[in-house]
């Protein structure tokens, strides 16, 4: 983690150096860094998610409420990197709706953990 740290700190020192000479490479650079920390990231996410599916074995908990926390783990995750990544090139309103549509995505994945906690009480 803190290698991606340093490697964070560099880039922004880098563009911050170079923005004035050539803005849409800065948007470049910052995109591709984004994609290898999401790499690093899903490299943790499946470690995690090993230990979930030990917690899940040794714990009698449904596996497909299970599975649909970590889908709305990722879609948010995913969502928030795609809509800073917009942001950061000036397009607030496609990241203003790219999050709109994960919060409909969520209630929608949700429904049938909603439906369940009903039927308990």
Avoid: H, W
């Avoid at 490479?25 to 979930?52: A, D, E, N, P, Q």
């Amino acid at each position: 983690m803190l290698q991606i740290l340093i490697v964070v700190v560099c880039v922004v020192i880098s563009c911050f150096l170079i923005k004035k000479e050539a803005p849409a490479f800065v948007s470049v650079i910052v995109l591709i860094t984004g994609v290898f920390i999401s790499i690093y990231m899903l490299r943790i996410f499946s470690v995690i998610t090993g230990y979930i599916n030990v917690l899940i074995n040794n714990i009698d908990i449904e596996k497909g409420y299970i599975k649909i926390v970590m889908k709305i783990t990722g879609l948010s995750i995913a969502t928030q990197f795609v809509s800073d990544i917009c942001r950061d090139n000036g397009f607030n309103s496609m990241a203003s709706q790219l999050e709109l549509m994960c919060r409909i995505s969520i209630v929608m994945l949700g429904i049938p953990v909603i439906i369940a906690l009903l039927e308990m009480v």
